[in-house]
T-cell receptor
Framework: DQQVKQNSPSLSVQEGRISILNCDYT??????FLWYKKYPAEGPTFLISISSIKDKNEDGRFTVFLNKSAKHLSLHIVPSQPGDSAVYFCAAIYSGNTPLVFGKGTRLSVIA | DSGVTQTPKHLITATGQRVTLRCSPR?????VYWYQQSLDQGLQFLIH???????AKGNILERFSAQQFPDLHSELNLSSLELGDSALYFCASSVDPSGFYEQYFGPGTRLTVT
């Protein structure tokens, strides 16, 4: 049973517009959420995270929103740039359990 | 460059064989994690070592084993290989065992079993 779900395998957005990547989770014990970005032939790189005590975290063009009641988080990229084209993984963790639980990823294509 | 190195980058082998994947964590990181990414799948956690000791096990098959050595590098051993073991294997490291600190990933080893 997938505890972290990214239901959109792919997303295409025009350069300069907003990209919104979504992630749903089923385990209410998760208390920390992360987004990783992956380019081809490279390992995932950490992008941004959010604790369950917050509902928003911002870092430059990247903002993550957390809706605990809906067990949903989203990553907003504004404005989107061609260099943002990559696979984005949502991941979650809960206290006392070390492994990150990853979603299957969403491939973002930013079109110039 | 994350500072995590993995060797080899590519590995092609036959069913039934045994291979060893190697990972060197970032300088100063004591935790090493291994993940498997099969086609169209997310990263599946396999095993976590902290300072030489096993800390957590995920969906790791009995045919797979790992260890972390005193110099903190880690090896993932895959034996009696099957076609379904073909995947990308990532190693990640972090400074502490809690999992809350950022994990830095290596570039991965692509294993192809024929």
């Amino acid at each position: 049973d997938q505890q972290v779900k990214q239901n959109s395998p792919s997303l295409s957005v025009q350069e300069g517009r907003i990209s919104i990547l979504n992630c749903d989770y089923t385990n209410s014990m998760f208390d920390y959420f992360l987004w990783y970005k992956k380019y081809p032939a490279e390992g995932p790189t950490f992008l941004i995270s959010i604790s369950s005590i917050k509902d928003k975290n911002e870092d430059g063009r990247f903002t993550v929103f957390l809706n605990k009641s809906a067990k949903h988080l989203s990553l907003h990229i504004v404005p989107s740039q061609p260099g943002d084209s990559a696979v984005y993984f949502c991941a979650a963790i809960y206290s006392g359990n070390t492994p990150l639980v990853f979603g299957k990823g969403t491939r973002l294509s930013v079109i110039a | 460059d994350s500072g995590v190195t993995q060797t080899p980058k590519h590995l092609i082998t036959a069913t039934g064989q045994r291979v060893t994947l190697r990972c060197s964590p970032r300088s100063g990181d004591l935790s090493v994690y291994w993940y498997q990414q099969s086609l169209d799948q997310g990263l599946q956690f396999l095993i976590h070592y902290y300072n030489g000791e096993e800390r957590a096990k995920g969906n790791i098959l009995e045919r797979f084993s790992a260890q972390q050595f005193p110099d903190l590098h880690s090896e993932l051993n895959l034996s009696s290989l099957e076609l379904g073991d073909s995947a990308l294997y990532f190693c990640a490291s972090s400074v502490d065992p809690s999992g809350f600190y950022e994990q830095y990933f290596g570039p991965g080893t692509r294993l192809t079993v024929t």
